[in-house]
Structures are given as structure tokens and as C-alpha cells.
């Protein structure tokens, strides 16, 4: 096996017990700083950047990476959005974790679903102070409910596997049905106005960029609980701070941001956040924000390191690259100039 340097960005503590314990054979150097055009410099004599969600991996960084000598950007992720991927094919292999562990994000879903539902973050602050008052505490039966799935992939597929459980009428869109399953899809229209709960578990494109959008809420029940485990993006948060205040949403539980990239991740408690957005979200009683922490489980952490690996191994082995990906490939779907059908590569 070819023993390779790694540079590793946006290290954070438990990424690199997880490397660590993986690794065996490759010499990876952890850096705390986010990869972008002005610390891309560090990975001089890398053959490999391993990078995160909120890296930025810009046509520019890209540029000087590629003058470094690196051959391939291992994303520990699943989403791509942070990577100009027209910049980097012909020039750096991209690689990515399609399938970290649904469950995790899946099982996030629902437990902010849970939480904002029967409002156990603000019981759990109350009963802290002695106040074991119910006033305002108050849910509803999940038992019943219809709710809205927006993406049915693996992560969205086992989310409707537990809101199964909850004995909930399910109900989904999806610009690519599942033509294997027996999930009722409908069209966004017919969700957006059925739906007591709307769960977002589509990847971030052109196409769902602010797919929640203030004429998407007026469709809406009023009262409905929006739950966003997927991208930041899909939501226009100037729309649903309008939508919180004007009752139309009756609480939302988020794990992403749009702006997140400047703040998540980072322990900012002793400073002044200067995003007025962000400052409103927080401060509404309806509103449950968690910082991108739906993948943070041990079964994840162990498949995200074992898969990265995996996939820089296969690319310096010259075999068919899996987990490879590029701006041509859609959806499982080849098409264009990429080549990944015919060679096992995008080029």
C-alpha cells in the first residue's frame, strides 16, 4: 500500500481520534484553519486535502492546490454545494461519503421534531431553575399527522421508516421518485398545503436553493413545523423569520444555516455574533437550532474516516473510483464528458 502525506482541514478533535484509529499507513498532518484560497498554501507536498462541509474550495483554491501538486480533494461529507466542481474537473479528482450513517441525521430529525414539539429544551431550562410550571409547554400528538418529506434518499427513506413508528401518514417529493418503494409522492404544491410537519433531506442545487421560500409558506397550514437536517440554503431565512412572526410556522427545528460557514463549529459564546438573521432565529421560543451536529454519532465518525480512506487508497491504486464525483454526474446518472461509466473516472 502507497503511503501517502494528507493534508486535514477543519480538524476538529474528534475527526482526528477517528483518523487516527483508522489510519494505519498514511502520514496526515491536522490543521485546525478551514481550507480557502489563503490557507490552501499549507498543503504544499500533499498529494491529498481532506476537507469538510464549510471549507471553502473555490475555483481560486482549487487553482493553487492544483500548482501544489495535489492530485485529490477527500470531502469527509456528503454535500459538495462548497466545491466549484467545474473548476476542479480535468484538474483535481474529487472524492466524497455518499452514506455516512442515515440513521444519525435521520434520528437527529426526529429528535428536534420531539424536542421543539413538546418544548423540552425550555422544560429542561425551567425545571433547572425550579420552575415546574406546564404553562406553555404544550405539543401535539405526532399520531396522525401527515407529514411532508422533501428528498427521499437513504437519510430521508429511514426517516419515513420512523415517523412510521409514530404512526404518522407520510407523504413525499422528489425530483427523482424512488420507483422501488411504495412512498405516496405528490407534487410540492400538494405537500406544502397537506403537510403538518415538513422535513428537508434533498441536497443543496440550483434547483432547491430557497425551495422553502415565503410563496412556498403561504401555501402552508398555519401552525406547521419545519425541520431542516440537510443544507442551510433550502430555506430563505429573511421568508421564514417572516413566516415565524406572522404565525404561519409554528416552530421550526434546524440543524443548518445558510450563513453557517462563519460560525458553526467554533465556540463564539464570549463574542458578538454580527448576523442579525442568526441573532432572530435564536431568539425565537418556537425556533430549535443545533449547529450541523445531525452526523455526530460514533457509528458515523467510524464510517466517515473508514470510507475517506477508502476512497484515497482506490484512487492512488488507480482502480475505479466509487465515491467519485464531478459536475456531470447526476443523481447516480453519467452524463456529458464524464467518463465514470466507461473508465471507473470522471476523466
Known amino acids: 500500500m502507497i503511503m501517502l502525506k494528507i493534508a486535514f482541514f477543519d480538524t476538529k478533535p474528534y475527526d482526528q481520534n477517528w483518523f487516527d484509529k483508522i489510519n494505519d499507513v498514511h502520514t ?25 462541509v464549510n471549507d471553502d474550495i473555490s475555483a481560486e483554491t482549487i487553482g493553487i492546490l492544483q500548482n501544489l501538486g ?11 454545494n462548497n466545491v466549484d466542481m467545474k473548476a476542479a474537473f480535468g484538474k483535481i479528482h474529487v472524492v466524497r461519503v455518499p452514506a455516512y450513517s442515515p440513521y444519525a441525521v435521520a434520528e437527529h430529525a426526529m ?13 429542561y431550562n425551567r425545571t433547572r431553575d425550579f420552575n415546574f410550571s406546564l404553562v406553555g409547554l404544550g405539543g401535539i400528538d405526532l399520531y396522525g399527522k401527515t407529514v411532508g418529506i422533501i428528498g427521499t434518499g437513504k437519510i430521508g427513506r429511514v426517516f419515513i421508516d420512523i415517523c412510521h413508528g409514530f404512526g404518522m401518514n407520510i407523504i413525499a417529493y422528489d425530483l427523482y421518485p424512488g420507483e422501488d418503494s411504495d412512498i405516496k409522492y405528490v407534487d410540492l404544491n400538494t405537500l406544502f398545503k397537506e403537510s403538518d410537519v415538513i422535513s428537508l433531506h434533498c441536497p443543496l442545487t440550483d434547483e432547491t436553493r430557497h425551495l422553502l421560500d415565503a410563496v412556498a409558506f403561504s401555501h402552508m397550514k398555519n401552525g406547521v413545523i419545519i425541520i431542516n437536517t440537510s443544507r442551510g440554503a433550502l430555506i430563505d431565512t429573511v421568508a421564514l423569520l417572516e413566516a415565524l412572526n406572522n404565525g404561519k410556522i409554528g416552530g421550526a427545528g434546524l440543524d443548518v444555516y445558510e450563513e453557517e460557514s462563519d460560525f458553526f463549529y467554533q465556540d463564539l459564546s464570549g463574542t458578538i455574533i454580527h448576523d442579525d438573521l442568526l441573532a432572530l432565529l435564536v431568539s425565537r421560543p418556537n425556533v430549535l437550532l443545533t449547529s450541523h451536529q445531525g452526523f455526530l454519532t460514533e457509528e458515523a465518525l467510524s ?5 475517506t480512506l477508502a476512497n484515497i487508497d482506490e484512487f492512488f491504486k488507480n482502480d475505479a473510483i466509487i465515491n467519485e464525483i464531478c459536475y456531470q454526474c447526476d443523481a447516480g446518472k453519467v452524463e456529458g464528458n464524464c467518463s465514470k461509466k466507461r473508465t471507473g473516472r470522471c476523466f
Open 111 to 123: 429528535a428536534l421534531l420531539l424536542t421543539l414539539n413538546r418544548k423540552l429544551h425550555r422544560a
Open 28 to 52: 496526515i498532518t491536522y490543521y485546525e484553519n478551514r481550507l480557502n484560497s489563503a490557507t490552501a498554501s499549507l498543503a504544499k507536498g500533499n498529494e491529498v486535502v481532506c476537507a469538510f
Open 303 to 307: 464510517n466517515i474516516a473508514e470510507t
Open 70 to 80: 495535489v492530485r485529490l480533494i477527500a470531502l469527509r461529507c456528503a454535500g459538495y
